[in-house]
C-alpha cells in the first residue's frame, strides 16, 4: 500500500475527477455544466472545515496542559505491553467517537502521543490506524450521529414525510444498535490485537523520524510545565504571566456555556463543543503566554484541513446539484425487496461516503427518496436510517477525509496506515453487512 497509494491531497483530486465522470456519464451533464456544480458546492464546507480546525486546535491544547497531560501519560500507562497499547488506542478512539465525533477527532491524535511515549517501540502505523476506529465504527451510531439526531429533532425537513419526528430510542437506543455497536468495538478491539506484526521494531516511531516536541522540551529542561515557566519569566509584563486573565475569560465562557448550550435545544452541537473546549483549555493553562504558545504549535497541524476540505465540498456540489445521488438510490431501490432493502442501504451509503464523507451534508441529499423508498416497501423507517448511518462511517476506512487531523499531527501520509485499514474495513464490513442482513428477520 505504501508502494501504490498517493497521499491525501493526491486522492481528494482522483476522487474530484472520478466524480465528474460520474457527473458526465451516468448522470448525463456536460462538463461546463458539471463544472457549475463543482465550483458552486467548492466553498459549502467552509463552516465545517473552521469548526474541525478549532477541534484540532483547542484539542492539542487541552490535551498539553500540565494536568491533562499527567492525565493522559497515566492512561496511556495502563497498557502493560505495546500489543495491548494498541488495543487501549482503539479503544479510546471508539469510546469517545460514540460519545461525539468532534471528542472523537480529538482522541485519536491526542492520545497518540502520550501513548508513544510510554511505549516507544509500539508499531506507529498500527496505533495511528487505531486512532481512526472511532471515525470509521462507532461515531454515527453514538449520541451525536447525524441521521438520527436530525430525524428527532422537531421541525426536520423530513418531520411531513414520517409524521412528526423519529425518536432516538428506536434508533440509536435500539437495542439492535446498542448490541451491534458492541458486537463492533469488541470485535475491532480482537483485530488490532490480532494484527499486531511479529517484529514491530523497524515501525516504531523513531523509523518515522518523529519527533515529540514536548518530549524534547522535558528531556532538555526536565518537563513541560519547567519549559512553560522559564518562557514566562522572559515575558516582560506581567499580564502575561498571570493566572488572573486565564481565570477571569474561563470564568465568563463557563457562564456563556449554558446559555449557549440551552439556545441550541440542549444539544452538544459542534459549536457548542468548541465553545466548551476553548475556554476549558483557558483555564487549563497557567497563563496566556502558555496558552498562545501551544495554539502556535498545534496550529502547524491545520494545513491539510484548510486545503483539502474545499475539495470534498466540490465533490458534495458535484453529486448534489447534479442529481447523481438519486439516481445511484434509485438504481439500488429499484432491485430491493423489504428483506433485503436495509442492506442495500447500507451499501448505497457506504459507496456514496466515498465521495460526500459529510454524514449530514449526504442524508440531507439522500433523506427524501431512502424514506420514500422505505416507505413504499413497508420497511420502517428507523431501520432505514440506521442502515444509513452504518454505512455512511463503513468506507472512511478507504478515504482520508476525516483520517485529515489525525494524519497531520501523526506526521504520516494515509498510504503508511491504509494497509492496516483495509483489513479492518473488510472485518467491519462482513460484520456489520450480516447484522443487516439479518435485521428484517429480527425485527
Not at 411531513?160 to 425518536?167: C, F, W
Not at 476553548?278 to 483555564?283: E, G, M, R, T
Not at 447523481?324 to 439500488?332: D, G, S, T
Not at 459529510?358 to 433523506?367: D, H, N, T, V, Y
Request: hydrophobic share 55%; aromatic share 12%.
Amino acid at each position: 500500500m505504501r508502494n501504490w497509494v498517493p497521499n491525501s491531497f493526491v486522492i481528494a483530486c482522483v476522487l474530484t475527477l472520478v466524480t465528474f465522470g460520474l457527473v458526465i456519464g451516468v448522470a448525463g451533464k456536460s462538463p461546463l455544466a458539471a463544472e457549475g456544480y463543482w465550483a458552486k458546492g467548492f466553498w459549502e464546507l467552509l463552516e465545517l472545515t473552521m469548526q474541525l480546525a478549532l477541534i484540532v486546535l483547542t484539542g492539542y491544547i487541552v490535551a498539553v496542559s500540565p494536568l491533562v497531560s499527567r492525565t493522559l501519560e497515566y492512561i496511556a500507562g495502563l497498557a502493560k505491553s505495546d500489543r495491548s497499547a494498541i488495543a487501549l488506542m482503539g479503544l479510546v478512539s471508539m469510546g469517545a467517537s460514540w460519545l461525539h465525533w468532534g471528542l472523537g477527532l480529538i482522541a485519536g491524535p491526542i492520545f497518540l502521543h502520550f501513548l508513544i511515549r510510554k511505549h516507544p517501540r509500539v508499531d506507529y502505523r498500527l496505533a495511528v490506524a487505531a486512532g481512526y476506529l472511532g471515525s470509521t465504527c462507532t461515531w454515527h451510531a453514538g449520541l451525536s450521529g447525524s441521521a438520527p439526531l436530525l430525524m428527532a429533532t422537531p421541525g426536520n425537513f423530513m418531520a411531513a414525510d414520517v409524521g412528526g419526528v423519529i425518536p432516538i430510542s428506536l434508533t440509536t437506543f435500539s437495542a439492535f444498535n446498542l448490541v451491534l455497536t458492541a458486537v463492533i468495538v469488541v470485535v475491532m478491539t480482537v483485530t488490532v490485537r490480532w494484527l499486531y506484526p511479529a517484529s514491530p521494531r523497524e515501525r516504531s516511531a523513531e523509523a518515522f523520524a518523529l519527533h515529540d516536541e514536548d518530549a524534547d522540551a522535558r528531556s532538555a529542561k526536565g518537563s513541560p510545565e519547567r519549559d512553560d515557566h522559564s518562557a514566562e519569566r522572559s515575558t516582560p509584563l506581567w499580564i502575561e504571566r498571570s493566572y488572573a486573565l486565564n481565570l477571569v475569560m474561563g470564568l465568563l465562557g463557563a457562564t456563556a456555556f449554558w446559555s449557549l448550550y440551552t439556545e441550541g435545544g440542549s444539544r452538544v452541537s459542534i459549536n457548542v463543543l468548541n465553545f466548551a473546549v476553548l475556554f476549558l483549555a483557558l483555564l487549563l493553562h497557567p497563563s496566556p503566554a502558555s496558552f498562545t504558545r501551544a495554539a502556535t504549535r498545534g496550529a502547524t497541524y491545520l494545513h491539510g484541513i484548510v486545503i483539502q476540505f474545499p475539495f470534498y465540498a466540490g465533490m458534495y456540489g458535484l453529486i448534489k446539484y447534479s442529481g447523481l445521488a438519486e439516481i445511484i438510490a434509485r438504481w439500488f431501490t429499484s432491485i430491493a425487496s423489504p428483506k433485503t432493502f436495509p442492506i442495500f442501504i447500507y451499501w448505497y451509503s457506504g459507496l456514496l461516503s466515498l465521495f460526500i464523507p459529510s454524514g449530514g451534508s449526504k442524508w440531507a441529499i439522500e433523506a427524501p427518496y431512502v424514506v420514500a423508498a422505505a416507505r413504499s416497501l413497508m420497511v420502517p423507517v428507523p431501520q432505514a436510517i440506521l442502515a444509513y448511518a452504518w454505512g455512511d462511517m463503513s468506507t472512511h476506512f478507504l478515504q482520508p477525509f476525516w483520517a485529515i487531523p489525525l494524519l497531520a499531527i501523526a506526521r504520516v501520509e494515509f498510504k503508511d496506515i491504509v494497509g492496516y485499514l483495509a483489513i479492518l474495513f473488510v472485518v467491519n464490513f462482513v460484520v456489520v453487512s450480516a447484522a443487516f442482513i439479518l435485521m428484517p428477520y429480527l425485527l
